[in-house]
């Protein structure tokens, strides 16, 4: 009888050690948000595993609740404390939260002189939400002043080694011109096979063109990790006390040879934490493979893609993507037909009662799961 004892605590010790060994390993990327859908809806197998770590896991912002929308009050992270509301048996009892079926867009219009228009109305628009036709738009905003939270991630691998210091400058550039204090805040994050945060959130320009200076060329390429990451883990993540603007800008050839995540997954990161996603490529003169990427990227997120065809075009694009921040229309709406499925629903913005405009938005969004 002791023997048996002794063999059944050896077990369980064995098995607590390698679950906290499991939960300490944070290095690798969790599983897209839609593999965690998919994985839920599997019926459970006979020997589960131990439970991943609990950013993995956790259920991501949906479109409901992008920078637009102010907080639910009946989200418990927001609403007041109410002794009253507690239970009054000390038996665990499920917290309801009600979700609003409200989407935000943020999108650009232009002539076809490719110049900004900045003087329409709600009733210039239609939208078609997964191919129906939206009833009404709720809300309609001119947003030229909105507070940004701006991700600059510079591609800091051997292949942009040759024109890496005036990238950084450009940078530096273009963030003394765009942040403003005590209003906008910006980070820098630099990637090779790895990314580094060389400065986090700050509304400060002089530190902000530190962290792009202390960068060092070196390395391959991770490109979609480093997208990945920082939508998930900074830009998702960020405070806010009211509507602000999110928007990485991303300098890279766009070759990636190194990620974990793969292109559409990163993509899928971006659009569920609204962020725009602008990038710049460095494959002049004549162009590369990685250029079709950032167009991807860009063209999903409702962002821009630039392919400058000399090295002081890359100046002139952080110049467009400054004006394009400052040019934007918001809008939100109830679709119809809405379902809490966790599945892709198609967005599509279109200027009425003026010929010849182009609306830029991006193209969809997750619907919640709950």
């Given at each position: 009888?002791?023997r ?8 369980l010790?064995a098995?607590l050690?390698?679950?906290i ?5 944070s290095?690798?990327?969790p599983s897209?948000?839609s593999?965690v859908?998919?994985q ?6 006979q020997?589960p595993a131990p ?7 956790s ?9 637009d929308?102010?907080p ?6 927001s609403?007041?404390?109410?002794d ?8 665990q009892e499920?917290?309801i ?10 999108f650009t219009?232009t002539?076809?002189h ?5 003087d329409l109305?709600?009733?210039d ?8 036709p939206?009833?009404e738009?709720?809300?309609?905003r001119?947003e030229t002043?909105?507070p940004l939270?701006v991700g600059?991630?510079?591609d800091?691998?051997?292949s942009?080694?040759?024109r ?5 400058e450009?940078a530096?550039?273009?963030?003394n011109?765009?942040?403003r204090?005590?209003?906008d ?5 630099g ?9 986090d ?11 792009v200076?202390?960068?060092r060329?070196?390395?391959?390429t991770?490109l979609f990790?480093a997208?990945?990451?920082a939508?998930r883990d900074?830009?998702?993540q960020?405070a806010?006390t ?6 990485i800008?991303?300098?890279t050839?766009?070759?990636?040879n190194a990620?974990?995540v ?5 993509i ?9 996603v602008y ?10 493979r990685?250029?079709?990427e950032l167009?991807?990227?860009a063209?999903?997120t409702?962002?821009r ?8 075009d890359v ?9 394009d921040l ?18 892709y629903r198609t967005?599509?913005v ?6 010849g405009?182009?609306?830029r938005?991006r193209h ?7």
């Amino acid at each position: 009888m002791q023997r048996s004892r002794n063999i059944l605590l050896a077990a369980l010790a064995a098995l607590l050690l390698a679950v906290i060994a499991y939960s300490q390993n944070s290095d690798e990327l969790p599983s897209a948000p839609s593999a965690v859908v998919q994985q839920k809806a599997q019926p459970p197998k006979q020997a589960p595993a131990p439970s991943p770590p609990a950013e993995a896991s956790s259920t991501p912002p949906t479109a409901d609740q992008s920078a637009d929308s102010k907080p639910d009050a009946s989200d418990p992270a927001s609403a007041p404390a109410d002794d009253s509301a507690k239970p009054k048996s000390s038996s665990q009892e499920p917290t309801i939260v009600r979700t609003v079926n409200e989407v935000s867009v943020v999108f650009t219009v232009t002539d076809k002189h490719n110049h900004y228009v900045k003087d329409l109305g709600k009733s210039d628009f239609k939208v078609i939400d997964d191919e129906k036709p939206v009833e009404e738009i709720r809300s309609f905003r001119r947003e030229t002043e909105l507070p940004l939270r701006v991700g600059l991630l510079i591609d800091a691998s051997n292949s942009v080694r040759d024109r890496f210091k005036f990238e950084q400058e450009s940078a530096i550039e273009f963030l003394n011109q765009t942040v403003r204090p005590r209003y906008d805040q910006a980070f820098v994050l630099g990637f090779d096979t790895e990314s580094e945060i060389t400065q986090d959130f700050t509304d400060s320009t002089e530190l902000l063109s530190r962290g792009v200076r202390a960068m060092r060329p070196g390395g391959g390429t991770a490109l979609f990790d480093a997208l990945y990451k920082a939508s998930r883990d900074k830009l998702m993540q960020s405070a806010q006390t009211g509507s602000v603007r999110r928007a990485i800008i991303l300098v890279t050839d766009g070759d990636d040879n190194a990620s974990h995540v793969t292109r559409e997954e990163a993509i899928e990161m971006a659009l569920r934490a609204n962020v725009i996603v602008y990038t710049i490529s460095t494959n002049f003169p004549s162009g590369g493979r990685g250029d079709k990427e950032l167009q991807r990227i860009a063209d999903a997120t409702g962002g821009r893609s630039f392919e400058p065809f000399q090295l002081t075009d890359v100046a002139n694009a952080f110049a467009q993507i400054q004006d394009d921040l400052r040019s934007q229309y918001a809008l939100s709406y109830r679709p119809a037909n809405f379902a809490h499925d966790g599945r892709y629903r198609t967005i599509e913005v279109l200027a009425q009662n003026r010929k010849g405009l182009k609306v830029r938005s991006r193209h969809g969004y997750y619907a919640p799961t709950e």
